[in-house]
């Protein structure tokens, strides 16, 4: 089972950020905190993770509360393209082939 | 383009048939995963290889026979399916050794339906 609680859906403005919650109460200190997103019916983009620190890279800002009980994923200014379901998922980090465990994840639509 | 690709896109199939998945990625990956996704339900896990080592099996039914030859390429083998099993079939790859983060890269997926 899934070890992440998220909203079902949101809504966001084009050109505003969109703020994406997720809670992860029972997080152990090696797990790390992932995010992918899917766009209709193609295949799950990695988009960020982090352990503790924020994080950002040149497609969104991870922001992890200093318990890590719970992230947020910032996309800065959302574009049309970026309407899809968002997954959080926690993973150990110190094996590599752990797999991804999949929740319902966060549908967001970016509205003109 | 994520360097991983399947093939075919699409597949119909009878009960009766045999068919197979490919995938194959192009990012000198060692690991190698299969994932499967029905309509309105979460993606479920179905079968990892690390070093063409299979490592997990998350309790697939027979009718479904991984096959992965090098750390490249990996199959899914079908054979008298239900009509259930139609779904979007999903490949990754991650590197798995050496302090990498491990993200996993996905293919675009194969979108079967058993008929």
């Known amino acids: 089972d899934a070890k992440t609680t998220q909203p079902p859906s949101m809504d966001c403005a084009e050109g505003r950020a969109a703020n994406l919650p997720c809670n992860h109460s029972?997080?152990?200190?090696?797990?790390?905190v992932y995010w992918y997103r899917q766009i209709h019916s193609q295949g799950p983009q990695y988009i960020i993770h982090?352990?503790?620190n924020n994080e950002t890279n040149e497609m969104a800002s991870l922001i992890i509360t200093e318990d890590r009980k719970s992230s947020t994923l910032i996309l800065p200014h959302a574009t049309l393209r970026d309407t899809a379901v968002y997954y959080c998922?926690?993973?150990?980090?110190?094996?590599?082939?752990?797999?991804?465990?999949f929740g319902k994840g966060t549908r967001l639509s970016v509205i003109a | 383009e994520t360097g991983v690709t399947q093939t075919p896109r699409h597949l119909v199939m009878g009960m009766t048939n045999k068919k197979s998945l490919k995938c194959e990625q192009h990012?000198?990956?060692?690991?190698m995963y299969w994932y499967k996704q029905s309509a309105k339900k979460p993606l479920e896990l179905m079968f990892v290889?690390?070093?063409?080592?299979?490592?997990e099996n998350n309790s697939v039914p027979s009718r479904f026979s991984p096959e992965c030859p090098n750390s490249s390429h990996l199959f899914l083998h079908l054979h008298t399916l239900q009509p259930e099993d139609s779904a979007l079939y999903l490949c990754?790859?991650?590197?798995?050794?050496?302090?990498?983060?491990?993200?996993?890269?996905f293919g675009p997926g194969t979108r079967l339906t058993v008929t």
């Open positions: 029972t997080i152990s200190g090696n797990e790390y």
């Open positions: 982090g352990l503790k």
């Open positions: 290889y690390n070093f063409k080592e299979q490592t």
């Open positions: 998922i926690v993973r150990v980090g110190y094996s590599g082939n752990t797999p991804l465990v």
């Open positions: 990012l000198g990956h060692n690991a």
């Open positions: 990754a790859s991650s590197q798995s050794t050496g302090g990498h983060s491990y993200e996993q890269y």
